[in-house]
């Protein structure tokens, strides 16, 4: 687990050096209406890093063989305004979370990994399961936010963009 917990500190980097310093035209374009903007994204970590894999990780360590609550994240976006946020306000709510959560994984004694509740689709879902998906989600937006930014360039530019290769 040190290695998934390494990552996810290391992503706290990556995460701010793609998304600090980004210009309001940028942090709010979509492609279309149906994509997320940049704030939304940052917005949604900042969510999610609370409210689902620290929290369902958390739970099942401590709760095993108790159902966590449901929550539906698709509907964070308009529910809590994710648009009218202060973007650097949320980027560094976001960091700031991160950073609490390593503090907490590193503190954490002999966890049981293997700890789990029983979803009714899933099966077993184990702390190890949270903690490995709190990663890969992690990589799923970070491949977001930088076809995000592609995106913008390409728009932007007019040019064509394949001279640097294809995406």
Known sequence: MDFLI??????????????NDVNKDIYL??????????LEIVCHLYDEEREDFKFRTQWVLEKPNQTPPTFNPVEWVTERKYLEQDYNTMLNKFIEERAKSIKWLQSLNSPKWEHYYEH?????????????????HDYLHIRQIIKLKY??????????TDYAGTW
């Open 6 to 19: 390494e990552q996810l500190q290391e992503n706290k980097a990556v995460f701010y050096n793609l998304l």
């Open 29 to 38: 374009w979509k492609q279309n209406p149906t994509k997320w903007s940049l």
């Open 151 to 160: 995106d913008y360039l390409k728009q932007q530019s007019g040019e064509m």
């Open 120 to 136: 009714p689709k899933k099966g077993k879902l184990t702390a190890k399961f949270f903690l490995t998906n709190w990663l890969t």
